[in-house]
């Protein structure tokens, strides 16, 4: 609220606009983990509406556009929770392009890299709910490569380690939905093996646990697919003891 009056005293101050649009942001962070969707959403557009705007008066400024990636990307979750898969995808393709752009500016810039592949995931996951498979296993790859490229130039990074682990995963999906149930399966064991690495390091961690029970649950799903039943059996019920 400081902010907003501080912006309407000089509505057209670039910092202030990116400063009002940083904080909506967080407050669609809190708003989501409580529960409300509504709120979150509201929250996401005043955020894109601002640094829109801000990119509009600062022209090329990267902190601007980046500000306005971010923005982008929060409300197509935001959208896509609402079930409007084409506008959700709309707000990444948006997000991925203006990225594009900084990482041809910036090529160095290993969190704008990152983002990158976040965004093909984000993009591949609407276009498999839309029934695309194969767009979907392409931006799959895409954000596979990526990330598989960033962190082996730094192995001991674990969010580089969680988003390749969990690309791992979609590719699994998309290639079982395409009929390629060697590969799907292939994936979703390297994912199920970093996520046993996760949990070493941190036996507790719900999400953890959670993302453990998620791979094994694919993985009876390929392993039904390719008619291994006694092992699909027992995935499944690795996945309900991991669940509860």
Not at 65 to 73: A, F, I, P, T
Not at 106 to 120: G, K, S
Not at 147 to 158: E, I, R, T
Request: aromatic residues 8%; neutral net charge; contains cysteine.
């Amino acid at each position: 609220q400081l902010r907003s009056g501080l912006l309407d005293k000089k509505p057209d101050d670039i910092g202030r606009m990116i400063n009002v649009a940083k904080s909506q942001t967080k407050v669609g962070d809190i708003l989501t983990i409580t529960g409300d969707i509504r709120g979150a959403a509201d929250s996401y557009s005043r955020a894109v509406q601002l640094s829109e705007k801000a990119a509009t008066l600062g022209g090329q400024d990267a902190s601007v556009r980046k500000q306005l990636v971010s923005s982008y990307l929060r409300r197509g979750q935001m959208i896509l929770r609402s079930g409007s898969l084409s506008e959700s995808l709309q707000n990444y393709e948006k997000a991925f392009e203006i990225n594009r752009q900084l990482i041809l500016a910036e090529p160095t810039n290993t969190d704008l890299v990152w983002r990158q592949a976040v965004a093909h995931q984000y993009i591949g996951y609407v276009r498999m709910l839309m029934g695309d498979t194969e767009g979907a296993n392409r931006d799959f790859e895409a954000s596979l490569h990526t990330a598989v490229g960033l962190l082996n130039s730094d192995p001991n990074n674990l969010r580089l380690k969680r988003n390749v682990s969990s690309t791992y995963l979609w590719v699994g999906i998309g290639y079982r939905d395409s009929g390629r149930l060697a590969e799907s399966l292939t994936n979703i064991r390297r994912s199920l093996d970093l996520q046993r690495s996760f949990l070493d390091a941190d036996p507790e961690n719900f999400g953890e646990i959670n993302a453990m029970a998620d791979c094994w649950l694919e993985l009876a799903f390929t392993q039904v697919k390719l008619s291994e039943y006694s092992a699909a059996i027992k995935a499944f019920e690795t996945a309900i003891k991991e669940y509860s």
